[in-house]
Nanobody, 125 residues
Framework: QIRLVESGGGSVQAGGSLRLSCTAS???????ISWFRQAPGKEREGVAA?????????AGSVKGRFTISQDNARNTVTVYLQMNSLKLEDTAMYYC??????????????????WGQGTQVTVSS
């Protein structure tokens, strides 16, 4: 059974840092694992993605501030999202997702079959 579990969310002041983790267990075939976020009243948006070959992609709003990385073990992948220089607008529920998508479509929610429950990130002034 494939399961994605996020952790590492919390409250931080603007300018601070957090590191999110997504542990994907039972997963043997995937091409991308990505982080999405959804702020209250807004659409869910793609934040960053990492391919099975370690290629990374970022939304323009986080490029240069966030870094996605992965550690692989047998049937378990842990994907990290290091978030630096956090801004008020980064406040959202953050979700990780795994699927079989392509570089041009990594930011599309419907490309992903497996989702975690989410972890809340709150940035305050």
């Amino acid at each position: 059974q494939i399961r994605l579990v996020e952790s590492g969310g919390g409250s931080v002041q603007a300018g601070g840092s957090l590191r999110l983790s997504c542990t994907a267990s039972g997963i043997t075939r995937w091409t991308y694992i990505s982080w999405f976020r959804q702020a209250p009243g807004k659409e869910r948006e793609g934040v960053a993605a990492i391919s099975i070959t370690d290629t990374t992609y970022y939304a323009g709003s986080v490029k240069g501030r966030f870094t996605i990385s992965q550690d692989n073990a047998r049937n378990t992948v842990t994907v990290y999202l290091q978030m630096n220089s956090l801004k008020l607008e980064d406040t959202a529920m953050y979700y990780c997702a795994a699927g079989w998508t392509t570089a041009r479509r990594w930011f599309l929610q419907h490309e992903y079959k497996y989702w975690g429950q989410g972890t809340q990130v709150t940035v305050s002034s």
